[in-house]
């Protein structure tokens, strides 16, 4: 870019984060982030890597939280552009949907305010295809940004609440107090890709869990998958793409069944993937065991759902190439073992 864009991404830490502000630093903007706590700022900017070259003040280090107002104001000081990324993703299940949707809500709202208060030009959120693709029942369905998912439905997890209570508030304050500030969503499924450390999403437990044997047998479900520097690089081109006010976009690069997962880990990781399943359990036993397990339960209300996201609308209207699903699942599992994180 020409000018000097500064921009705050919230939680620095986190998968998505990690990978956009390499990317942003590479292009040349001025980068704050938020961390709960400042002195996990020296192991993020060695996980950062691209720092590297990169002028010490070209990334400051804020401490918020997604609870409290602290921090806010400061962060977002003389920004142009936020990217809020932060929100919480469980490994578990909450007994309480609310332990996710304040945070997620409350913390996009507070993200809005200190953008808004600044003077920043453009919000760009992560949301997730949680909040399109969830509470519509079982079967084959194709879903595009102008569908929402029903949180009315019966059994909708904690985690997809969150996503959408939190996306619906965002999109109805800066309607009503946004002023001037222009505010997009970016919606990925499933998201996979390098690892750059043993502090990774919870998403790429899905591929951990197959290597390590911990799923003796699969359920029939599956996942639309997105490579995380692809989801990066839709941020990107989000923020600096004229006309972006109230869009959304979905990012995903297909629809996967788990099934199809192990198989790519065996087809390309030879005896690294021994301990990846092959049998496929019947729905009556998922169902049978969702009765004692919480996590089961959320694989058998998934049963032979397949919910394919139409990522179009990102091809057309921004040029986003996503990489194959392939590649994203490959990437997690050789980091994963290269981290030592899954043993060979």
């Not at 984060?17 to 590479?26: E, F, H, K, M």
């Not at 392939?326 to 290269?338: F, H, Q, T």
């Amino acid at each position: 870019m020409t000018h000097d864009p500064r921009i705050l991404v919230t939680g620095g830490t986190g998968y998505i984060a990690g990978v956009l502000i390499r990317q942003l630093l590479a292009d040349g903007w001025q980068v704050h982030t938020t961390v709960r706590d400042l002195a996990r700022e020296p192991a993020l900017r060695k996980a950062l890597g691209a720092s590297r070259g990169v002028k010490k003040d070209q990334l400051r280090c804020f401490a918020a939280d997604l609870m409290a107002d602290a921090g806010w104001a400061e962060a977002a000081a003389g920004c142009t552009h936020v990217a809020h990324v932060a929100s919480p993703l469980p490994t578990g299940v909450p007994r309480d949907a609310m332990e996710l949707i304040v945070p997620a809500r409350d913390g996009a709202l507070r993200a809005l305010k200190a953008a808004r208060d600044a003077g920043v030009q453009r919000v760009v959120m992560t949301s997730s295809v949680a909040a399109i693709a969830y509470g519509h029942g079982p079967g084959d369905h194709h879903f595009t940004e102008r569908d929402w998912t029903n949180l009315a439905a019966p059994g909708v997890p904690p985690y997809v609440q969150s996503k959408t209570v939190a996306e619906r508030a965002a999109r109805d304050w800066v309607a009503r107090e946004g002023g001037g500030l222009a505010f997009c969503t970016v919606n990925p499924s499933v998201v996979l890709g390098p690892v750059a450390s043993a502090d990774y999403s919870a998403s790429v437990v899905i591929v951990q869990s197959l290597l390590q044997g911990r799923i003796p047998a699969m359920p029939r479900i599956g996942f639309g998958i997105v490579d995380v520097r692809d989801v990066a690089e839709l941020h990107r081109l989000a923020l600096a793409a004229p006309g972006m006010a109230g869009e959304r976009f979905i990012a995903c690069a297909g629809f996967t069944w788990l099934r199809d997962i192990a198989a790519v880990l065996r087809e390309e990781l030879g005896a690294d993937a021994r301990r990846v399943p092959r049998l496929e359990l019947p729905d009556w036993s998922v169902r049978l065991m969702a009765k004692v397990s919480p996590l089961v339960r959320n694989a058998a209300s998934e049963l032979g759902t397949a919910r394919h996201q139409d990522a179009s609308h990102a091809r057309e209207v921004l040029g986003w190439v996503p990489r194959a699903p392939r590649e994203a699942i490959v990437a997690s599992a050789r980091d994963l073992i290269a981290l030592g994180v899954v043993k060979r």
